[in-house]
């Protein structure tokens, strides 16, 4: 049961607390983890040391939990809890603004710790689109990196497949819980990538999608990737997102280029006409771009 003060707890089991009761991406709260730890911060939060309005709904949520529970809803499904101590903890992600918590891993962890390419775009992707990312995703997995992307529709779901079909390592960023299938048609697609990649997400096994969500996670895609390409994207796109949060830490962000008259491409043109991406027209040019060592 959980016992409501820090000192009979590890700094993990606070993390994990403080994990299951605050939305992910909170920046305010990581900022606090970060400072004072997650002991200190728990004991903070608990002691009332924070203003009422930023911690009623989480103390509800604090006194309501039991960290031994916490622990196994997260290994029943066969998945483990990493904190930024776990040798696979994937370091890009410190260079957030609001890094995670913490992460829920499924599948093999070691892939987050490899060379990994961030490829993105349209639900709705156009033949050409699906068959650049299936191009791209194979290339590069050839090279050795690992194919990052978020396990939705569209050029994430051939990126990942495509990956597969090479005998390469893939991981899909969740905006949901481990166990959640969303979009239920992928079930089968995220089964395979346990093989030989992982799942990833911030939120506690059964959590649901909200919109929130999955712009919060765009920022896991572009930091724990080295690089990310933009296939295909209409002008206001949540890939977009992604390559400004990879652009603003530094990342390469690579774009294909589409025809002047594709909605799916106008958000690949924006990105270079502003020169927030690299305009990209093969393999070859992504490789020169980024720097791999072949």
Not at 264 to 292: N, P, Y
Request: aromatic share 8%; net charge neutral; charged share 15%.
């Amino acid at each position: 049961m959980y016992i409501q003060t820090p000192a009979f707890l590890t700094p993990f089991e606070a993390r994990a607390i403080l994990f299951s009761a605050i939305e992910p991406g909170h920046f305010f709260w990581t900022a606090q983890i970060l400072q004072f730890g997650p002991l200190k911060t728990l004991e903070s939060i608990l002691s009332g040391e924070y203003p009422a309005e930023k911690t009623k709904t989480i103390i509800t949520s604090i006194r309501a939990a039991d960290v031994g529970q916490i622990i196994y809803e997260i290994e029943k499904v066969g998945a483990k809890f990493l904190t930024p101590e776990h040798e696979h903890w994937p370091v890009g992600v410190n260079q957030l603004a609001n890094p995670p918590i913490g992460l829920i891993v499924k599948g093999d962890s070691t892939s987050l710790t490899t060379p990994a390419l961030a490829i993105v775009g349209s639900r709705k992707p156009t033949n050409y689109g699906a068959q650049v990312a299936n191009d791209f995703a194979r290339a590069f997995s050839d090279l050795g990196w690992t194919i990052i992307s978020g396990g939705a529709y569209g050029i994430d779901s051939f990126a990942h497949r495509a990956t597969l079909q090479a005998n390469g390592r893939t991981i899909a960023v969740l905006a949901t819980g481990i166990e959640v299938a969303y979009p239920k048609s992928n079930q089968k697609l995220f089964d395979e990538m346990l093989v030989n990649g992982a799942l990833i997400s911030e939120l506690m096994p059964s959590e649901n999608a909200v919109p929130s969500r999955f712009l919060v996670r765009n920022r896991l895609i572009a930091s724990i990737a080295k690089a990310t390409l933009v296939v295909e994207a209409a002008f206001q796109s949540g890939s977009l997102r992604t390559a400004h949060d990879a652009a603003e830490l530094l990342r390469p962000v690579m774009a294909i280029p589409g025809p002047i008259n594709s909605v799916m491409s106008q958000g690949c043109h924006r990105l270079i006409s502003e020169r927030a991406a690299e305009l990209i027209t093969s393999v070859a040019d992504a490789v020169e771009f980024i720097g791999v060592k072949q």
